[in-house]
């Protein structure tokens, strides 16, 4: 079994940072990409940022460009995503996710951590 696990959600004024981390632990895997999604409650899960360990390359929601980083340890298969200036509209689970294989869908899972974002 792998299992993937968030941290460091929280409440948070607007305009204010927090730094999520996700670490996989279990089964041994090696991993193609991995992301972060977020759903608000009403609305369908989102992409949010991702990163293809081969070359490191980056990719982001053009809503949260310029203000969200994603990083991350291939060769601990942990990720991690920094978030300044937030607002309240990114208030959302935020899940992080692995993809195994090259445009493969992501695999593996976590169950998620609270973001709130206050006005």
């Known amino acids: 079994q792998v299992q993937l696990v968030e941290s460091g959600g929280g409440l948070v004024q607007a305009g204010g940072s927090l730094r999520l981390s996700c670490a996989a632990s279990?089964?041994?895997?090696?991993?193609?990409?991995m992301g972060w999604f977020r759903q608000a409650p009403g609305t369908e899960r989102e992409f949010v940022a991702a990163?293809?360990?081969?070359?490191?390359?980056?990719y982001y929601a053009d809503s949260v460009k310029g203000r969200f980083t994603i990083s991350g340890d291939n060769a601990k298969n942990t990720v991690y995503l920094r978030m300044n200036s937030l607002k309240p509209e990114d208030t959302a689970v935020y899940y992080c996710?692995?993809?195994?294989?090259?445009?493969?869908?992501?695999?593996?899972w976590g169950q998620g951590t609270q973001v709130t974002v206050s006005s």
């Open positions: 990163i293809r360990w081969s070359g490191g390359r980056a």
């Open positions: 279990g089964r041994t895997f090696s991993s193609y990409a």
């Open positions: 996710a692995a993809a195994t294989v090259a445009g493969g869908e992501y695999k593996y």
